[in-house]
T-cell receptor, first 115, second 111 residues
């Protein structure tokens, strides 16, 4: 079975631009979470979606938004890019995310560079 | 803030057992301990998780102290491919069960 897939792998943007990152979860998984990982740090939680509903949001500005589609894939959108948005963006999927024992499996990430 | 404390780095000889400690003194009764590893900017890889009892799978063993304030991840026969950053995470039992990550332990396996 395919794991979590993310596209694109790498992306270079300039300040002020907009970016859309995509994620396809493991087949059968209904929950998708997004994380931002700045170089040298652990990942930081951005969003979690379940059944197309936002179930959680981390401490990120409104420039960050996301959505989940009926096939459970997800998009992360970032507007008005800043240099500090340069990071590895990780998508994780889980069955339902409703219990503490529901394991999240991560994709390879999208490396975003903002110039 | 992360609820776990880990040493920033550790070395281990190839073929030996690697023992990675983690302190989580403020863990609540229904919170699980998760371990992931990340190899050079790839996506984190799930290793193992546990609540109270010791756990073992094909990758590793997880030993949790009786008071649940600390745990140890054991890689029984470390190989060079186990060189990675290892994250110990307490999964917060709120409505979205987000993972709150610390800085992790950089484990270097030496030949």
């Amino acid at each position: 079975d395919a794991g979590v897939t993310q596209s694109p792998t790498h992306l270079i943007k300039t300040r002020g631009q907009h970016v859309t990152l995509r994620c396809s979860p493991i087949s059968g998984h209904k929950s998708v979470s997004w994380y931002q990982q700045v170089l040298g740090q652990g990942p930081q939680f951005i969003f979690q979606y379940y059944e197309k509903e936002e179930r959680g949001r981390g401490n990120f500005p409104d420039r960050f938004s996301a959505r989940q589609f009926p096939n459970y894939s997800s998009e992360l959108n970032v507007n008005a890019l800043l240099l500090g948005d340069s990071a590895l963006y990780l998508c994780a999927s889980s069955l339902a995310g409703l219990r503490g024992t529901d394991t999240q499996y991560f994709g390879p990430g999208t490396r975003l560079t903002v110039l | 803030d992360a609820k776990t404390t880990q040493p920033p780095s550790m070395d281990c000889a190839e073929g030996r057992a690697a023992n990675l400690p983690c302190n989580h003194s403020t863990i609540s009764g229904n919170e699980y301990v998760y371990w992931y590893r990340q190899i050079h900017s790839q996506g984190p890889q799930y290793i193992i998780h546990g609540l109270k009892n010791n756990e073992t799978n094909e990758m590793a063993s997880l030993i949790i102290t009786e008071d649940r304030k600390s745990s140890t991840l054991i890689l029984p026969h470390a190989t060079l491919r186990d060189t990675a950053v290892y994250y110990c995470i307490v999964r917060v039992g709120n409505s979205n069960y987000q993972l709150i990550w610390g800085a992790g332990t950089k484990l270097i396996i030496k030949p």
